[in-house]
């Protein structure tokens, strides 16, 4: 188990409660808990790492979180990026994406930075120590890089990028205008070693699933979202994927069979990652006793597994975390 699973690890102890159906929903973890933590880390210029869930949705969520920074006083500039783009790519390439997202931490309105072009591991680190430099020197507020799919970074890359940012923190101990948060999935190697605040972004909670909803079909239809929200579980790619169908029908979906047609190619990942699960006859075991829906007491062995493949999350609680299939949807896309 690598270094950030060993810091997100269930919890397990045999006597914790076996909770009903309404009680799992009270303590779902709910995503803007999630957002009050990392907004309260980046104003403290605390590095973050945020583990997202397959299927979690996170540039949106960022895209909230640096609006809500920019518009707070004191306000934050934030820029938000996807490094998905990079996966598969060669590190010259990756170096050469980095420095321009890096270089617009400094630039100023319209304004361009010419970067030169960098052919080995420690001219990137150099740049990428100067450019962080002059964007503390020009900035009059705190300005904040959130990144996200760290899993498409080669290695050598984020250990590069990690390696500068961090020489930049130690010749600004007081005080520095430059902050990174850094997320991806548990088993990114990116995040590894990095230090920032742990994070997990959580689903919503069953109140934010009907607020969402809401929004996205309209008010004619929005009365009608609370089962569908149950249905979705909170999950975020489920969420919009019912709620674009719902808008673009003009039609809210309400049994089983008609809501999995409304998820399209989602449904076919979800299907495709239960049907990896289901070579491991072990973690198939432990999917078939979560499908009813109720929590269950954490086997941290097995949950991994079933937590990275996105198909399950934890639920806190004071008597030992407990683990539950993360949305109906999973299960009916089993059966």
Do not use: K
């Amino acid at each position: 188990m690598n270094r950030l699973a060993r810091r997100i690890q269930l919890g397990h102890r045999a006597d914790a409660p076996h909770y009903s159906a309404a009680q799992q929903l009270a303590e779902q973890a709910h995503r803007e808990r999630s957002a009050r933590a990392v907004r309260t880390a980046l104003r403290r210029q605390e590095p973050v790492a945020l583990v997202t869930p397959r299927w979690s949705c996170p540039q949106a969520f960022l895209e909230d979180v640096s609006l809500e920074l920019a518009v707070s006083e004191p306000g934050m500039g934030c820029r938000t990026v996807n490094l998905r783009p990079l996966q598969g790519r060669h590190p010259v390439a990756c170096w050469q994406f980095l420095l321009r997202i890096l270089a617009q931490l400094s630039a100023t309105q319209g304004g361009v930075t010419a970067l030169p072009t960098v052919a080995e591991r420690r001219g990137f680190r150099q740049v990428v120590e100067d450019l962080l430099e002059r964007a503390d020197e020009r900035n009059r507020a705190d300005v904040a890089l959130l990144a996200h799919g760290a899993e498409h970074l080669p290695v050598e890359v984020a250990e590069d990028l990690l390696e500068a940012w961090e020489a930049y923190g130690a010749r600004h101990p007081a005080h520095r205008r430059c902050v990174l948060l850094l997320g991806g999935t548990v088993n990114a190697p990116a995040l590894r070693e990095f230090e920032g605040r742990l994070v997990e972004l959580a689903d919503f909670g069953p109140v934010e699933t009907a607020e969402v909803l809401g929004r996205m079909v309209g008010p004619r239809l929005a009365g009608q979202v609370s089962t569908v929200a149950g249905f979705t579980g909170g999950m975020p790619a489920l969420v919009e994927a019912v709620g674009r169908s719902a808008r673009h029908d003009r039609h809210l979906a309400r049994d089983e069979e008609a809501l999995l047609g409304t998820v399209g190619a989602l449904g076919d990942e979800i299907r495709g990652a239960v049907d990896i699960i289901a070579s491991d006859h072990r973690l198939a075991a432990r999917l078939d006793l979560l499908l009813p829906g109720e929590p269950l007491p954490t086997e941290p062995d097995l949950d991994q597994g079933l937590l990275t493949a996105g198909l399950a999350r934890r639920i806190p609680h004071h008597g030992g975390d407990l683990v539950c299939i993360r949305a109906p949807a999973i299960g009916a896309l089993v059966g």
